[in-house]
């Protein structure tokens, strides 16, 4: 194998890593649009709700991950590094979405990659119509459903001050 078709392979799997990962985050999106249109189907979700916490980042671990797996199984029969790239970049984003939403329920000011933790305002502020994604705000700002509040607070000033891994696990 020349270098330059190793190059190619390694930015074809990168490009597919990239891809499953963003794939999650939209399905997750959508995912919980659809829990919030129809939520007499989804009652686990109207209790998440109600109790306003997380499983635990290995509890919302499991629910995240099934989502940028879908494809995995056709693609690893069509060649072994598009399910081995696909793999990891759905296993990536399961742990980053398992993670940002255990930390938007329990420490919100440390999401530093968001400018407005949007999930935990749609828990804050009881957002049923707004601010639907767990990880990423890109597809509320895309679909239209991002609304920005001022959401930084006494409440969320007052608290005490955790590092950004001091969250739930399990």
């Keep these: 194998m020349s270098v330059n078709s190793l190059t190619i392979d390694l930015a074809v799997d990168a490009a597919i890593f990239v891809t499953c990962f963003i794939f999650g985050s939209f399905v997750e999106y959508w995912a919980h649009r659809l ?6 189907t989804f009652a686990f979700h109207t209790n998440h709700h109600k109790n306003n916490e997380g499983q635990g980042v290995l509890g919302e671990f499991r629910d995240y ?4 797996v879908i494809l995995l199984l056709p693609l690893f029969l069509y ?3 598009v399910g081995l790239s696909w793999f990891l970049g759905g296993l990536t984003y399961g742990i980053f979405a398992a993670y940002a939403h255990q930390l938007q329920h329990e420490n919100p000011t440390k999401c530093f990659w968001m400018k407005m933790p949007v999930h935990y305002v749609h828990h804050k502020y009881n957002q049923w119509k707004y601010n639907f994604g767990l990880g990423v705000d890109w597809w509320d700002i895309m679909f239209g459903t991002y609304k920005e509040v001022e959401w930084l607070t006494e409440k969320e000033l007052s608290q005490p001050e955790r590092g950004i891994f001091q969250v739930r696990w399990w």
Excluded: A, T
Excluded at 65 to 68: A, L
């Design 35 to 40: 829990m919030h249109k129809y939520p007499k």
């Design 65 to 68: 991950f099934k989502g940028g």
């Design 79 to 81: 060649s072994w590094s």
